[in-house]
């Protein structure tokens, strides 16, 4: 069975500073990975996704992902916060390969805030 | 181009009441999907729909949950009776027929219904 584990339920930094959301999965077989955002009483938005070709991302935003299949690992990162990031961000997993997109397990989510 | 839509945004209602929410896809879109998102957790799937036909519903509480797409278009997804445990954000999301090449594996969500049961 897939799972996906994010580190961290709350994630705080500065504008500015790095950001990095940890995500880590089991999957097996090798999967699709996702990241989805989701601003308050909104609906999730996709961010950026792996698809097994290239293992490092770029998403919307100035966001990316690496995926990192000896560590299981798929985390995200931006560069400079800036306020406008501030929501929950959520990573997810399909271990179809893509046969069926929809049929994601998401982690818990990790709600990121940055201070001015 | 217009998102997913839902209604209601939301709703309270006592145990043992029922409820149904309703969805429409982006227009196009084959491939519907119904998620339950409880507070601190991530959408969890309920139902998959391609066309009007069911593709999966495993996960789906079937004494009490119950999901329709007569037509291929828009959504119903019903509880009845509610139990407190329900209290969930209902996501509804679409995407374009999988296996096509338009198809790029994103998931396009509605802003929820959210749903408080008393």
């Known amino acids: 069975a897939q799972s996906v584990t994010q580190l961290g339920s709350h994630v705080s930094v500065s504008e500015g500073a790095l950001v990095l959301l940890r995500c880590n999965y089991s999957s097996s077989v090798p999967p699709y990975l996702f990241w989805y955002v989701q601003y308050p009483n909104q609906g999730l938005q996709l961010l950026l996704k792996y698809t097994s070709a290239a293992t490092l991302v770029k998403g919307i935003n100035g966001f990316e992902a690496e995926f990192k299949k000896s560590e299981t690992s798929f985390h995200l990162t931006k560069p400079s916060a800036h306020m406008s990031d501030a929501a929950e961000y959520f990573c997810a997993v399909n271990p179809f390969g893509g046969t069926s997109y929809g049929k994601l397990t998401f982690g818990q989510g990790t709600i990121l805030t940055v201070h001015p | 181009e217009a998102g997913v839509a839902q209604s209601p945004r939301y709703k309270i209602i006592e145990k043992r009441q029922s409820v149904a929410f309703w969805c429409n896809p982006i227009?196009?879109?084959?491939?519907l999907y119904w998620y339950q998102q409880i507070l601190g957790q991530g959408p969890k799937l309920l139902i998959q729909f391609q066309n009007n036909g069911v593709v999966d519903d495993s996960q789906l509480p079937k004494d009490r949950f119950s999901a329709e797409r007569l037509k291929g278009v828009d959504s119903t997804l019903k509880i009845q009776p509610a139990k407190l445990e329900d209290s969930a954000v209902y996501l509804c999301a679409s995407s374009w027929p999988e296996g096509e090449r338009v198809n790029t594996g994103e998931l396009f969500f509605g802003e929820g219904s959210r749903l408080t049961v008393l």
């Open positions: 227009s196009g879109h084959a491939t």
